[in-house]
C-alpha cells in the first residue's frame, strides 16, 4: 500500500464520513504532497491530529502552510517549533498515544504476561465481518452502556455508520464467542495503511478468558499480511485510565507524545 500513513481523524475516508454528517470540512494541498483535512463549526476552523508534513518539508513550507490553512484551533499530531513561529500559542500539554508496528514479529514484542494472556484466550473461536448497523447494534448498546458506567464519552455511534458507508472494507468487527455467544467484541476503522482500533466491549468471562488479548492481535495478525504498516491503540492515559493503559502498552505499542492543543493568535 502506498497511501500516507494517516490518523484516522487526517484521512480522506474520516472527512467524507463526517460530511455525510453535515459536518462542514475541507482539504488543503501541503507542501511535498499529502493533505489536511479541516472541520469548520460555528465560524471555528479546526484540525485534529495534523498536519502531517512530509519529512522533506522545510520548516519555511510549514510555516507557511500553517499560516495558509487559517486554523484557529489545532491538535498537533507532533511536537513541531513551526507552530510557535506561525503565530499558533500553546493550551494544552501533549497528550500520548500507542501505535503498534505492523512489521517484524508482533509476538516478540509483546509484554511477558500479556502474551500469556493471550495464550490462555487460544480455544476461543473469532469471527470478523464487515460493520453492519444492524447486525451490530447489539455492540454498539453494550459498549453504550459501558460508557455510562465507567463514565466515559467516545465519538457518537453515527459517525461509525458513516465511516463504513465510505466503502465495503472502511469498518470491521471482530467477535469471541463461546457456546456460540458472543463475550467479547472490537470494532476497527480502516484508513490504509494504517486501523486504528475504535471501540471495543468485553463481558466477565471474556475478561477472565482474555478475549480482547486475543482479538487484538488477531486483527494485527490479519491486517500486517494485508500490508498496513500500524494499528493505532488511541491515547494512553495512565491516571484516568490505569488497566487500559497497561493493555495498549502491554502491546509493545510505541507511546509517542502528540504535539499537544494550539489556538491561533489573530495578530501572528
Known amino acids: 500500500m502506498k497511501s500516507r500513513p494517516y490518523p484516522l481523524q487526517q484521512h480522506p475516508r474520516f472527512a467524507a464520513a463526517l460530511s455525510a454528517l453535515g459536518v462542514v470540512t475541507r482539504s488543503m494541498a501541503l507542501p511535498q504532497g499529502g493533505s489536511l483535512q479541516i472541520v469548520q463549526r460555528w465560524g471555528i476552523r479546526f484540525a485534529s ?8 518539508t522545510s520548516p519555511q513550507q510549514r510555516i507557511a502552510a500553517l499560516r495558509q490553512a487559517r486554523l484557529h484551533l489545532l491538535n498537533a499530531e507532533m511536537p513541531d517549533p513551526a507552530l510557535r513561529q506561525a503565530g499558533f500559542q500553546q493550551t494544552h500539554s501533549a497528550a500520548s498515544v500507542a501505535e503498534m508496528p505492523l512489521d517484524g514479529d508482533i509476538l ?18 473469532l469471527t470478523t465481518a464487515p460493520f453492519c448497523a444492524r447486525a451490530h447494534g447489539w455492540l454498539l448498546q453494550a459498549e453504550h452502556a459501558q460508557q455510562r458506567r465507567a463514565r466515559y464519552r467516545a465519538l457518537p455511534h453515527a459517525l461509525i455508520a458513516a465511516f463504513a458507508a465510505t466503502g465495503r472494507d472502511a469498518a470491521v468487527v471482530y467477535t469471541a464467542a463461546q457456546a456460540g455467544a458472543p463475550i467479547a467484541a472490537m470494532l476497527f476503522l480502516r484508513h490504509a495503511p494504517v486501523i486504528t482500533y475504535h ?17 487484538l492481535i488477531a486483527a494485527a495478525c490479519d491486517h500486517a499480511t494485508k500490508g498496513y504498516c500500524r494499528l493505532d491503540l488511541g491515547l494512553v492515559d495512565t491516571h484516568n ?3 487500559l493503559a497497561r493493555f495498549k502498552i502491554g502491546t509493545g505499542a510505541v507511546i509517542r507524545q502528540l504535539g499537544g492543543t494550539w489556538i491561533k493568535v489573530p495578530w501572528l
Open 108 to 125: 516478540a514484542r509483546l509484554h511477558p504476561k500479556w502474551r500469556a494472556t493471550w495464550r490462555k484466550a487460544g480455544d476461543l473461536t
Open 199 to 215: 471501540l471495543g466491549w468485553t463481558s466477565d468471562a471474556g475478561r477472565q478468558c482474555g478475549a480482547h488479548h486475543k482479538i
Open 241 to 243: 485510565s490505569p488497566g
Open 49 to 56: 491530529r495534523g498536519p502531517v508534513f512530509d519529512l522533506d
